[in-house]
């Protein structure tokens, strides 16, 4: 564990965005994606809209993940 960002793109409405995560979190999140059955940056333009515009959408999927887990109903 590393605990250093990693930077990758995703592309949210047809625009290429960079996103800053630990690996944990990009494992983590791809998992919860694939066991929606949806592709990551579909996932990643949900969480998008759904957040807050004051939050970074690194930390809005750093606590969709955190969440996903305490609560995985």
């Known amino acids: 564990m590393s605990g250093r960002p990693v930077k990758r793109s995703l592309t ?3 625009h290429r965005t ?4 630990e690996d944990e979190f990009w494992r983590a999140f ?3 994606a694939q066991e929606q059955g949806k592709p990551i940056n579909v996932l990643a333009a949900e969480i ?10 690194a930390s809005a999927i750093r606590v969709f ?3 996903r887990f305490r609560n995985p109903d």
């Open 12 to 14: 949210l409405k047809g």
């Open 18 to 21: 960079s996103v800053s995560l």
């Open 30 to 32: 791809r998992e919860i």
């Open 48 to 57: 998008d809209v759904a957040r807050d515009p004051e939050t970074g959408l």
């Open 65 to 67: 993940v955190l969440n």
